[in-house]
């Protein structure tokens, strides 16, 4: 396993991934994570592991995505645990830049897809998607993969990153992957490192107040003001919880929806001062 902190380095260890100049090519699989490696992050790898002949994992705590008053400093960073688990994944490469490598002092261009950056988590974190579709573009041109891999915990960024690859005709394709759960349906976060364990049992609440949906659809429930007002319900029963969004959306535009079939319903509550966010669709 290589692990290039350089973008040339990286380019050109992928051109050899790829089979470049070969009569027969290779599919190279990319996995952009910020670190701080969980079960979710390695489930994104093994499928890429499983769908291409050839893996790439980037590391990179992407400052451009942060807010300022966010947590960017305390971000958690475990980079050699990380190697160690994607060695263990049989990973071909890390690329794992340093921010002047990914950000030059010169460099004065972003990304931006409009509207549906602005929904959700984008309308929580102003700028946050922004940061997301800049940083993935990089990646995208530096790692040139051909099936590239996203949770869907992240339902937020997948809407706006599927959408940018199909405005900007990047030729890969995307793949989304299930949301990974403990035992007890806390979906995995990096963030989850910040809680105690106190508020590691408040935040159970989240998955409660989606089942509580689930369970209203299976019954017949159909307005999703009705379903948002249950889950607020479940949520309102955990004090230390502060609820930042309850959105019964479409799950590629993140608009408000009157017919429930197929949206994604979706919560982002404040436990402690961890921001956590989760996900069904229906
Ligand atoms: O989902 C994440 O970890 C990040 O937003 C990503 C896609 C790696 C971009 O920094």
């Not at 590391?59 to 995505?65: G, R, S």
């Not at 950056?117 to 990089?138: E, I, M, N, Q, Y």
């Not at 949770?151 to 900007?168: N, Y």
């Amino acid at each position: 396993m290589l692990i290039s902190k350089t973008i040339a380095e990286a380019q050109s260890a992928c051109a050899q991934l790829r089979g470049e100049g070969r009569v027969v090519g290779r599919t190279l699989g990319l996995v952009p994570t910020m670190g701080a490696l969980h079960e979710g992050h390695l489930s994104l790898a093994r499928a890429a592991r499983a769908a291409c002949d050839a893996v790439a994992v980037s590391i990179f705590v992407n400052p451009t995505q942060f807010g300022p008053n966010e947590d960017f400093s305390k971000y958690p960073r475990t980079f050699e645990n990380d190697c160690a688990l994607l060695e263990r994944e049989g990973v071909d490469l890390i690329f794992a830049p340093t921010v002047e490598e990914m950000y030059p002092a010169w460099a004065s261009t972003f990304v931006i897809v409009e509207g549906v950056s602005d929904r959700l988590d984008g309308a929580s974190r102003p700028g946050h998607f922004r940061g997301v579709t800049t940083v993935v573009s990089k990646l995208f041109h530096i790692i040139a993969p051909h099936k590239a891999f996203f949770g869907q915990k992240d339902a937020a960024q997948v809407a706006v990153l599927r959408k940018m690859v199909r405005d900007l005709n990047f030729p890969l394709q995307f793949v989304v992957c299930p949301i990974v759960r403990e035992a007890d349906g806390l979906a995995l976060s990096s963030r989850n490192h910040y809680l105690s364990e106190k508020e590691r049992q408040q935040a159970l609440v989240l998955h409660r107040a989606l089942q509580k949906v689930e369970e209203a659809v299976a019954s017949g429930e159909g307005s999703s003001s009705k379903l948002i007002e249950a889950a607020g319900l479940v949520l309102a029963q955990e004090p230390g919880v502060r609820v930042d969004y309850i959105a019964v959306v479409d799950p590629d535009t993140l608009e408000d929806v009157s017919d429930v079939r197929g949206a994604l319903v979706a919560v982002a509550a404040f436990v402690g001062t961890t921001r956590l966010i989760d996900n069904i669709l229906l």
